[in-house]
């Protein structure tokens, strides 16, 4: 595939056909996820009759008043006790105040962005919560840059280091895969990203983290960031059907409630998306759909 | 009483006695919220034996390994759900970082605070819960800061507006009778502070909110700061009394765990005090022990 110069401005044709492929496979990929979810719920109810009816996605429709909107994809389960995935394709002007600060805005405020993002809280406390999130986005029009940026990572409740080993081995192998993927840098960047410095712990148990990916051969990279999509449908549900009949007690699911309060002190004191989001005027529910459905901090 | 012009240096014995007399203020007014409020879970438990053991402070004792500490009281009880009280001594010089950013620092980076601050989160979802600091802090040394700050504010779940009417008429009549006290002023400074510009909505019901009160009537300015902590020890647990055995439903707890989400926001994405002090390698558990006890984000 020959390599396109990231310096040279695009056509607005081969723009808006990068954005449709790219907002597209974001779309088809929440669907699969949320049919391979809903059959991990309809297994476990099927095996489990106490545990009640099967969990099924609900989906709410958002707009975004100043330009574009998304769909928020959200269940609560038997066995996944909370959700939420996000699709969402925005665009409009960044303010004074953002400008600059993002590559690509400096001489144009403009941008587009589309992406999927999905974070599960699980009710077993020995099945690791997980975030996924993969993204394209386009900044200061046909001059500007284009970039695709994502990742995944796992958060073990109960340290388990069969798990932890299984994710990073598919992400390794995945990354292996491709000329984008970089997986010891990218290893790097999550184990620094996800990080509670007041704390001195790092949220969970890593993963991949990559941004500003944008060597000029966007199909290399689309190909890498589709198959960073496919590789956590392929490994997360496993470690789930995995775990997901272990037993635990009282004091497990109060440790489970306690871990979570540092998922969302990370959230709201680090978390990028989440402050830059709620600083500009972002869809508080999207933004904080990923909160846990349930935290103690005792 | 003689005022002391601002500017003026203060001698150390003076400026070590009016320290030492604050420090010791809120160590006593400490003590006397303590025992209210396990007064009120011994009457509740008297009258509520299947409520359980009537809660009973633990203290904590910290210190600050750059100098000085403090002495959290944790209580969680059977009206109580959770109240976490801190009294804390602190002294050092500022980062280069934080130099400048506080009065009086820009020359001198030395800095000496006292307070006492205060959360309470309660089972019943008709008690409203309530937060209470006040400080004293010293600058700059000789010729730099001081200043008294603080506040109280009251926080329903469900909206009541007989206890929002006595909890503001009691800070209002206690304002009148100082002339440091301007309740008009401290309630809109309380209700700018305490809002969450994420969701346009105010925290809670308000109260008062001052800061850097600094007119160079040291004993005018800690006689108010001295009624604050004496009106918040006799409104507040008034309306615990008024309220603690009104029925509730789980409808009604659902929504108060909800609530509390509002709560979390509001402490790890606004306030100055816990960003700071995170930010700056403050004592984890101190100033994150205001967070309630469970919360939901469903």
Same mark, same amino acid.
């Given at each position: 595939?020959?390599?396109?110069?990231?310096?040279?401005?695009?056509?607005?044709?081969?723009?808006?056909?990068?954005? @449709?492929?790219?907002?597209?496979?974001?779309?088809?990929l929440?669907?699969?996820?949320?049919?391979?979810?809903?059959?991990?719920?309809?297994?476990?109810?099927?095996?489990?009759?106490?545990?009640?009816?099967?969990?099924?996605?609900?989906q709410?429709?958002?707009?975004?008043?100043?330009?574009?909107?998304?769909?928020?994809?959200?269940?609560?389960?038997?066995?996944?006790?909370?959700?939420?995935?996000?699709?969402?394709?925005?665009?409009?002007?960044?303010?004074?105040?953002?400008?600059?600060?993002?590559?690509?805005?400096?001489?144009?405020?403009? &941008?587009?962005?589309?992406?999927?993002?999905?974070v599960?809280?699980?009710?077993?406390?020995?099945?690791?919560?997980?975030?996924?999130?993969?993204?394209?986005?386009?900044?200061?029009?046909?001059? =500007?840059?284009?970039?695709?940026? =994502?990742?995944?990572?796992?958060?073990?409740?109960?340290?388990?280091?069969?798990?932890?080993?299984?994710?990073?081995?598919?992400?390794n192998?995945?990354?292996?895969?491709?000329?984008?993927?970089?997986?010891?840098?990218?290893?790097?960047?999550?184990?620094?990203?996800?990080?509670?410095?007041?704390?001195?712990?790092?949220?969970?148990?890593?993963?991949?983290?990559?941004?500003?990916?944008?060597?000029?051969?966007? @199909? =290399?990279?689309?190909?890498?960031?589709?198959?960073?999509?496919?590789? &956590?449908?392929?490994?997360?549900?496993?470690l789930?059907?995995?775990?997901?009949?272990?037993?635990?007690?009282?004091?497990?699911?109060?440790?489970?409630?306690?871990?979570? #309060?540092?998922?969302? @002190?990370?959230?709201?004191?680090?978390?990028?998306?989440?402050?830059?989001?709620?600083?500009? #005027?972002?869809?508080?529910?999207?933004?904080?759909?990923?909160?846990?459905?349930?935290?103690?901090?005792?």
């Amino acid at each position: 595939m020959a390599k396109h110069d990231p310096s040279t401005p695009l056509g607005d044709d081969d723009r808006t056909a990068r954005q @449709e492929r790219a907002q597209a496979w974001f779309a088809s990929l929440r669907d699969r996820i949320c049919s391979a979810f809903e059959q991990i719920e309809q297994d476990y109810t099927a095996a489990h009759p106490e545990a009640g009816a099967a969990g099924q996605f609900e989906q709410r429709p958002w707009t975004r008043p100043e330009g574009g909107g998304g769909v928020m994809s959200i269940m609560h389960g038997a066995v996944i006790e909370k959700l939420a995935g996000n699709i969402s394709t925005v665009h409009g002007e960044f303010s004074p105040q953002i400008r600059g600060q993002i590559p690509g805005t400096k001489d144009d405020p403009r &941008f587009w962005a589309s992406g999927i993002s999905l974070v599960a809280h699980m009710r077993n406390p020995f099945v690791p919560a997980v975030h996924m999130n993969t993204r394209y986005l386009n900044t200061g029009g046909e001059g =500007g840059k284009r970039w695709f940026g =994502g990742g995944a990572d796992l958060t073990p409740i109960m340290p388990n280091e069969t798990d932890t080993a299984d994710f990073h081995a598919a992400l390794n192998t995945m990354c292996d895969g491709h000329d984008a993927g970089d997986y010891p840098a990218y290893k790097d960047w999550c184990d620094e990203y996800f990080y509670l410095k007041h704390r001195d712990e790092p949220r969970g148990a890593g993963g991949i983290f990559y941004d500003y990916l944008d060597d000029g051969d966007f @199909e =290399g990279e689309f190909a890498f960031t589709r198959d960073v999509g496919e590789t &956590f449908l392929d490994i997360y549900p496993k470690l789930v059907r995995r775990r997901m009949d272990t037993p635990f007690t009282e004091d497990d699911r109060h440790h489970q409630l306690v871990r979570r #309060g540092r998922y969302v @002190e990370f959230n709201l004191l680090y978390d990028r998306g989440t402050t830059f989001g709620l600083k500009t #005027g972002g869809n508080v529910e999207a933004i904080l759909m990923s909160m846990p459905p349930e935290v103690r901090w005792p």
